[in-house]
């Protein structure tokens, strides 16, 4: 049975096809710059490329150019429709309506679409690429929408809300829903595998560093707690985000630079974070580099980012009264064994323990924890693609 996984942005459109009976690639691709010009790159997974630039002047253009990659180039994978079983799309913001996946229907699309108000930049190209995705395969293959915020729907009131008049959570549905919920799911699922243990019996602390960043409590089998809040830019410092910080920095900003909330918001989304700081990139790698040769701002950024990092992870070990397994994802969390090593000697205290030689290690699951680790820790490499796809598969399996 194979599943397709969209994750459609406003100019972009990656997707994977995966065959669900042994959960392996098929074929994987990207179209980039959809509404401006238009470019698609595809792979097999026996290495065979299609790459061509086509106009896409909206989705549907794109969703035509995947067909073709996929039944008909050089790197084709499939003959027809007919043996695509169901369509996994990613969605962003599902506010406190989806508290798990689900079947697209008219209604579920006008919700996705209100939701927008919350996920500017997100829901609204997810609504435009599912409707040019029904357009292209048809309504025969079910589709289904898998949300970044459903997992965090467990979180207990005392962790979502926000500390504002109560009429602003009433009237206009403020307060935490967190965000990278597919990938906390899956690496917390992944955790429980390692530990050969029952999810509700472990304590774990997930953390997702990429460009976007979050930490999430996963206690008794589901989230606590998780760093991202309202929207994505909550939580500590990113690529380009600030994290939270004293709101009256921001109304002090705004008022003595004249200001609009406009500004404020891509000052903090687009300009601050690593980038911000240090001056030089949103790229940890190119941060470290620079670090490294002696750059002072870059220095601190990675000191910042580490320092915030680590009290997250603190906070959540006081929310959920310790912990059993700290996992990291992502592709700072994957990649950066130095931040790793650092968090991990910061917890010493608690009796955590890292094998160095392990921890060396790049993008490959992996304990990094020694086995007289007080904490059991990990890199896992997260596959929020394949999670849709389960998630897909069980839907439609229902
Ligand atoms: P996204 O959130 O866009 O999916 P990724 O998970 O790919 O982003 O993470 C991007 C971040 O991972 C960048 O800051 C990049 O520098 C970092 N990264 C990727 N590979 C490495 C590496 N080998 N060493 C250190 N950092 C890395």
Redesign the pocket.
């Known amino acids: 049975m194979k599943i397709f996984v969209v994750n459609a942005g406003s100019s972009s459109l990656k997707y994977q096809l995966i065959d669900m009976d042994n959960e392996s690639v098929l074929a994987k691709g990207l179209c980039e710059r959809i509404g401006v010009t238009g470019a698609i790159s595809h792979k097999a997974a026996d290495g065979r490329e299609y790459k061509t630039e086509t106009p896409m002047p909206t989705h549907s253009e794109a969703f035509a150019a995947v067909v073709y990659a996929m039944m008909k180039s050089e790197a084709k994978v499939i003959d027809s429709f007919d043996e695509i079983s169901a369509i996994g799309h990613r969605i962003v913001q599902g506010g406190a309506i989806f508290k798990g996946s689900c079947l697209v229907t008219d209604k579920v699309i006008e919700q996705i679409s209100e939701l927008g108000a919350m996920a500017p930049l997100h829901n609204p190209a997810h609504v435009i690429a599912i409707k040019a995705c029904i357009k292209t395969f048809g309504d025969k293959i079910p589709q289904v929408v898998v949300f970044d915020t459903s997992f965090h729907q467990t979180m207990p009131p005392k962790a979502y809300m926000y500390a504002l008049p109560y009429e602003y959570y009433e009237r206009l549905a403020v307060r935490k829903y967190g965000a990278h919920g597919t990938s906390h799911h899956f690496v917390s699922d992944r955790v429980a595998v390692l530990e050969n243990k029952d999810k509700k019996d472990l304590k774990i602390i997930t953390c997702?560093?990429?460009?976007?960043?979050s930490i999430t409590a996963v206690k008794d089998g589901v989230c606590a707690d998780t760093s991202m809040g309202f929207t994505p830019l909550d939580g500590f410092m990113?690529?380009t985000r600030s994290g939270s910080l004293d709101p009256s920095a921001l109304t002090y900003i705004a008022e003595k630079d004249n200001l609009s909330a406009a500004d404020i918001n891509t000052i903090c989304n687009k300009k601050s974070g690593?980038l911000g700081v240090s001056g030089v990139?949103?790229?940890?790698?190119?941060?470290?580099a620079a670090a490294e040769a002696g750059n002072k701002r870059a220095r601190l950024a990675i000191d910042m980012q580490r320092y915030q990092i680590l009290k997250f992870i603190g906070s959540y070990i006081a929310a959920m009264n310790g912990v059993d397994a700290i996992a990291f994802?992502?592709?700072?969390?994957?990649?950066?064994p130095e931040l790793r090593e650092y968090v991990c000697e910061n917890l010493g205290y608690m009796g955590v323990k890292i094998d160095k030689e392990a921890n060396k290690c790049?993008?490959k699951e992996i304990k990094i924890s020694t086995e007289d680790s007080g904490v059991d820790i990990f890199v896992i490499p997260?596959n929020e693609e394949l999670a849709i796809a389960r998630d897909t598969l069980a839907i439609i399996s229902k």
């Open positions: 997702h560093l990429g460009n976007g960043c990113m690529g690593m990139s949103n790229d940890n790698r190119d941060v470290a994802t992502g592709g700072i969390g994957e990649n950066d790049r993008g997260t």
